[in-house]
T-cell receptor, first 116, second 116 residues
Framework: AQKITQTQPGMFVQEKEAVTLDCTYDTSDQSYGLFWYKQPSSGEMIFLIYQGSYDEQNATEGRYSLNFQKARKSANLVISASQLGDSAMYFC?????????????FGAGTRLFVKA | DSGVTQTPKHLITATGQRVTLRCSPRSGDLSVYWYQQSLDQGLQFLIQYYNGEERAKGNILERFSAQQFPDLHSELNLSSLELGDSALYFC???????????????FGEGSRLTVL
């Protein structure tokens, strides 16, 4: 079964420090995409970063990087130099082929609190 | 602004009633997805349409139905509403090409449904 698991319901980090949010996935597909989204308290969903299953380099987008370990089926998000505005819910998601198209499934999310 | 428009933003109704949520995807996007997010939970995939055709189905209740019209806007119909249907309903769209693009989802701001 295709599944995304985020085992950290909540995380605290001190401002300016780095934090890692864990994500493991399960799929038998060879081709898939992994995403991280941020949901601030205002509710909108913001795309952060993407990693394709065939990408050999870890994805980076500014202060976000994705630690992709294919053999372990993990796709952890690393946020460097945390800022107060990073306090939000973070969702890991996986896009897989489905009959006739693609389907994106989400994990339960991790709520990140950045302390001043 | 993601380019995805959802209406209404807020809706309060009573148990047993029926509501319709509307979504206009980004210009050029052929795929529309519906997700349900209950309080402090992850996003549950409901259904996907591609160019007017249903392409994938998730945990969508039989009381719920959706369709995508020729102009590509989509509607999610929720009937015989129960208290547990109270949630934030997101619509998302993705690129018209089924291959090549990374396929990130562009989310609307959501429709918050409260069933009393």
């Amino acid at each position: 079964a295709q599944k995304i698991t985020q085992t950290q319901p909540g995380m605290f980090v001190q401002e300016k420090e780095a934090v890692t949010l864990d994500c493991t996935y399960d799929t038998s597909d060879q081709s898939y995409g992994l995403f991280w989204y941020k949901q601030p308290s205002s509710g909108e969903m913001i795309f952060l970063i993407y990693q394709g299953s065939y990408d050999e380099q870890n994805a980076t987008e500014g202060r976000y990087s994705l630690n992709f370990q294919k053999a372990r089926k993990s796709a952890n998000l690393v946020i460097s130099a945390s800022q107060l505005g990073d306090s939000a819910m973070y969702f890991c998601a996986m896009r897989v082929m489905n009959t006739g198209g693609f389907k994106t499934i989400f994990g339960a999310g991790t709520r990140l609190f950045v302390k001043a | 602004d993601s380019g995805v428009t959802q209406t209404p933003k807020h809706l309060i109704t009573a148990t047993g009633q029926r509501v319709t949520l509307r979504c206009s995807p980004r210009s050029g996007d052929l795929s529309v997805y519906w997700y349900q997010q209950s309080l402090d939970q992850g996003l549950q995939f409901l259904i996907q349409y591609y160019n007017g055709e249903e392409r994938a189905k998730g945990n969508i209740l039989e009381r719920f139905s959706a369709q995508q019209f020729p102009d590509l806007h989509s509607e999610l119909n929720l009937s015989s509403l129960e208290l547990g249907d109270s949630a934030l309903y997101f619509c998302a769209s993705s690129g018209g090409s089924r291959t090549g693009a990374i396929g990130e989802l562009f989310f609307g701001e959501g429709s918050r449904l409260t069933v009393l």
